[in-house]
């Protein structure tokens, strides 16, 4: 007997997700149109309640997908707190059931039943929401500060990213892309083995931190009242902080080496033994 598959949102797919989802809103919103144009009022609202409940459904949807994708891709974080998706299964199932009860005027068992199929049916396509911590090889560290000083740093970084969006000087701009590129790479790095965190957190939060406070200072000004040699100021501490981020790259890398061959020397003795 051949198995269900469930929706794997680590497949890339030109199609966005929860794209049926779609297909519900269409027919809904033609009946909201034409009850308008017939000024019936009352199929107006029922139809406008069900377009609604459909239309938070997939909003409800999309948040989930994106909790999914991002807890996929993390290789250290916490289950989601919020079930959107089985909150999404649930709307479904009820939209389904007030779309052909109420709306349609379908029997009220067969709207309950068209309105379990809609339930059951969005977890067999799209899955359950994630669950289980991934908090491995943290050893003596509280879990809590790993994923506090990644979600602070990512926090910083992500406001560096939104200045240099604002800023046109294409040197700096340049040299901001290889500072967040680099940092991002660290975290990536501590993510892998978080036990580099209480040595590395300073790094983190100190240097991604002054330079968010850097670029804020220099968006918030405008562009053309900053001299030159205030540009080249900047830029100077910006390769300063590229050597820096490269020496932490190298410490990480040295670490993890150490690590390795002590593992080897241990698991040699083991053998011997």
């Known amino acids: 007997m051949a198995k269900t598959k469930l929706y794997k949102p680590q497949q890339t797919s030109s199609t966005p997700k929860g794209f049926l989802l779609y297909i519900f809103l269409v027919p809904l919103f033609i009946s909201v149109i034409l009850s308008l144009i017939q000024t019936n009022i009352w199929a107006f609202v029922w139809n406008g309640i069900a377009f609604l409940m459909f239309f938070i459904t997939l909003k409800l949807s999309q948040k989930g997908f994106e909790q999914e994708k991002e807890y996929l891709l993390s290789t250290l974080t916490k289950a989601p707190e919020i079930p959107y998706k089985s909150i999404s299964a649930l709307m479904l199932g009820l939209s389904t059931f007030f779309t052909a009860w109420i709306a349609g005027n379908e029997p009220f068992v067969i709207s309950i039943f068209l309105g379990v199929i809609s339930f059951v049916g969005y977890f067999l396509y799209y899955g359950f929401d994630p ?99 205030t540009k080249e100021k900047l830029l100077g501490l910006m390769y300063d902080l590229d050597i820096k981020f490269d020496k932490e790259l190298d410490r990480l890398k040295q670490n993890n080496l150490f690590d390795l061959d002590v593992n080897i020397d241990v698991l040699k003795e083991q053998i011997k033994n």
């Open 131 to 229: 669950k289980g911590d991934k908090l491995d090889n943290i050893g003596d560290i509280s879990a809590e500060f790993v994923l506090e000083t990644i979600a602070e740093a990512k926090g910083k970084l992500s406001k560096i990213s939104e200045d240099r969006e604002k800023i046109k000087d294409k040197k700096l701009i340049d040299a901001l892309d290889i500072s967040i590129k680099k940092a991002q790479l660290i975290l990536d790095t501590i993510q892998q083995d978080p036990k580099d965190i209480r040595v590395a957190r300073k790094f983190l939060i100190v240097y991604i931190d002054g330079i968010a406070k850097v670029t804020n200072s220099y968006v918030s000004m405008d562009e053309s009242d900053i001299d030159d040699t």
